[in-house]
């Protein structure tokens, strides 16, 4: 059996791995990419804005192509919902094909879906993590609102729409365009930002390398925790393991480390280091537990 995603699962799956949460297919093509069949789930035009984070008006400028998955380059023009905090927006896309069992849709994505020098409207859900070089962005219901060519379609099909009348529908959603300003906690250390960020800290020993992961920074460890500094795990496995997703380079299997991390998605045993820093030697762990006490 298949199972759909929407496109904040999706963001989840890019993020956190296609093994571990599990996709329709996978597969190596003739010249060495890597291409899946993903069944998604239907959105209607008022699912999208509904579930979206963020609104801009941008412009094509590049793709970045890789193994599995490509990012589209967008200059940002204007910001109508939501928070930006950069000049260029990464959009995702998972390469392959997609299938939408509800309208019986089924698209490969062998070329890229946008014109260079084009400005587009986009509807977009929105992933922070430390596992990325910078915010990744990614559509749903494979809508694409032209502006340039005044071109918009959904599933492959023209709309019979205005840019008028999805302006108006936005509005009616999200209300007046007034983009959201996101301001940067400082901290006086990664100490700091650690203890502040982390819902659980640990000591953790890195058992074994789970997964090489290609779709962002972090590579997959099994792990067992040793102590509980902050926090509690709310998911293991039966022997007691959990799945530690860890920027490349950080650890080394056998070794026994401090680690703050986020909770996991509901069911899963997959955990999230919290900052770019929160992987730290075992020398800190007075200095951490002393500076918990405090709080």
């Known amino acids: 059996m298949k199972r759909k995603y929407?496109?904040?699962?999706?963001?989840?799956?890019c993020l956190f791995t296609v093994g571990l949460i599990g996709l329709s297919l996978l597969q190596k093509n003739d010249n060495n990419t890597t291409s899946m069949?993903?069944?998604?789930?239907?959105?209607?035009?008022?699912?999208?804005?509904?579930?979206?984070?963020?609104?801009?008006?941008?412009?094509?400028?590049?793709v970045i192509e890789n193994a599995s998955y490509r990012e589209y380059i967008f200059s940002l023009d204007h910001c109508l919902y939501g928070s930006i905090t950069d000049e260029n927006l990464y959009v995702f896309e998972q390469t392959g094909e997609v299938y939408v069992e509800e309208i019986n849709?089924?698209?490969?994505?062998?070329?890229?879906?946008?014109?260079?020098?084009?400005?587009?409207l986009l509807i977009m859900e929105k992933t922070e993590s430390v596992l990325l070089d910078h915010d990744r962005f990614m559509t749903a219901g494979e809508v694409i609102f032209d502006i340039t060519?005044?071109?918009?379609?959904?599933?492959?099909?023209?709309?019979?729409?205005?840019?008028?009348e999805i302006m108006d529908q936005i509005r009616?959603?999200?209300?007046?365009?007034?983009?959201?300003?996101?301001e940067q906690k400082a901290y006086a250390d990664i100490y700091e930002e650690m203890i502040d960020?982390?819902?659980?800290?640990?000591?953790?020993?890195?058992?074994q390398l789970e997964m090489e992961v290609d779709t962002h920074n972090g590579n997959v460890y099994t792990a067992e925790i040793q102590q509980y500094l902050k926090g509690?795990?709310?998911?293991?496995?039966?022997?007691?393991t959990i799945s530690l997703v860890l920027l490349k380079g950080s650890v080394e299997v056998g070794k026994t480390y401090i680690i703050g991390f986020e909770s996991p998605e509901e069911g899963s045993v997959v955990y999230v280091q919290s900052t770019k820093n929160s992987v730290m030697d075992l020398e800190q762990q007075d200095k951490i537990q002393s500076l918990l006490e405090k709080r």
Not at 38 to 48: A, F, N, Q, T
């Open 6 to 13: 929407g496109a904040g699962v999706i963001i989840i799956i």
């Open 37 to 62: 069949e993903l069944e998604k789930e239907y959105y209607s035009i008022g699912d999208v804005i509904q579930h979206c984070d963020v609104i801009v008006i941008g412009t094509y400028k590049d």
């Open 105 to 120: 849709y089924r698209e490969k994505k062998d070329r890229p879906s946008y014109q260079k020098g084009h400005q587009y």
């Open 149 to 164: 060519e005044e071109n918009y379609t959904m599933y492959g099909e023209e709309l019979n729409i205005t840019y008028n």
């Open 172 to 182: 009616e959603t999200k209300g007046e365009f007034i983009p959201e300003t996101k």
């Open 197 to 207: 960020l982390s819902p659980i800290i640990a000591t953790v020993t890195i058992l």
């Open 232 to 240: 509690e795990a709310v998911n293991s496995r039966a022997d007691g």
